[in-house]
């Protein structure tokens, strides 16, 4: 009789042992996918000189561009311009720290952060002025509707073309007081930057030409939700 109660315990610990195990190791598995893939979500494009590349890697990003685009009116090749250039499509960028001494880590350039490379107060306003509440500087959908967005204040604060991508991202970079106090006529850097900028954009609208059908086309299977 005793024997038989000490087997009944016996096997009743291995199946709760079993089963401890497997739970856990579910877990373990679950914790696992979810790292994947917010890595694969966050990281970088890996051809980030190829727009079509780019869409056709990122799911959701092309129906993010296509939506800004639709919205604001700025070009999707001229967007990605902008990203390529301040952030390279990293979701979490912000600007190196200067060095005291040459080589104590001071504080940061500026506030700006994420894809778009948008500085606080700035996001603020965006947040403030489309009621975006929500929105992220590390989130793609939210940066490049604000890149969409602050062109779009450009026009209307600086008269400025939405088709001058050159103009344009002076503007994204000195402000638009300062664009309007010409103070990039004192950074020839920065002329340089804004050059290497509209080239960029003439490239991925020359590559966009090639893949925008099949990305409008492939829409339907997109599994972005928004």
């Known amino acids: 009789?005793?024997?038989?109660?000490?087997?009944?315990?016996?096997?009743?610990?291995?199946?709760?042992?079993?089963?401890?195990?497997?739970f856990i190791l579910s877990r373990f598995f679950v914790l696992v996918s979810m790292l994947l893939l917010a890595s694969c979500a966050t990281s970088p494009p890996r051809q980030v000189d190829n727009i079509c590349s780019i869409f056709n890697e990122k799911s959701g990003w092309y129906e993010a561009a296509r939506k800004s685009e639709k919205r604001w009116g700025?070009?999707?090749?001229?967007?990605?311009?902008?990203?390529?250039?301040?952030?390279?499509?990293?979701?979490?960028?912000?600007?190196?720290?200067?060095?005291?001494?040459?080589?104590?880590?001071?504080?940061?350039?500026?506030?700006?952060?994420?894809?778009s490379q948008a500085q606080t107060n700035t996001w603020k306003w965006y947040k403030k002025s489309t009621g975006n509440w929500g929105a992220d500087r590390d989130e793609f959908q939210d940066a490049i509707d604000f890149v969409g967005w602050y062109n779009t204040k450009t026009k209307e604060i600086n008269g400025l073309s939405l088709n001058n991508t050159y103009g344009l991202y002076l503007a994204y970079h000195e402000g638009h007081g300062g664009f309007k106090r010409k103070t990039y006529n004192k950074k020839g850097w920065l002329k340089k930057v804004a050059k290497k900028v509209a080239y960029r954009k003439a490239t991925y609208s020359k590559q966009f030409k090639t893949c925008a059908e099949k990305l409008q086309k492939g829409r339907g299977f997109n599994l972005w939700p928004f």
């Not at 315990?9 to 709760?16: F, K, L």
């Not at 990605?80 to 952030?87: D, G, I, L, N």
């Not at 390279?88 to 040459?102: E, H, L, N, S, V």
């Open 1 to 22: 009789m005793n024997s038989d109660i000490k087997r009944d315990v016996n096997s009743g610990m291995n199946r709760n042992t079993t089963a401890c195990f497997i």
């Open 74 to 115: 700025s070009s999707i090749p001229s967007m990605m311009a902008f990203m390529h250039q301040e952030s390279r499509f990293k979701a979490t960028a912000k600007p190196p720290r200067d060095k005291i001494f040459g080589f104590i880590p001071g504080p940061r350039k500026s506030s700006a952060y994420g894809y």
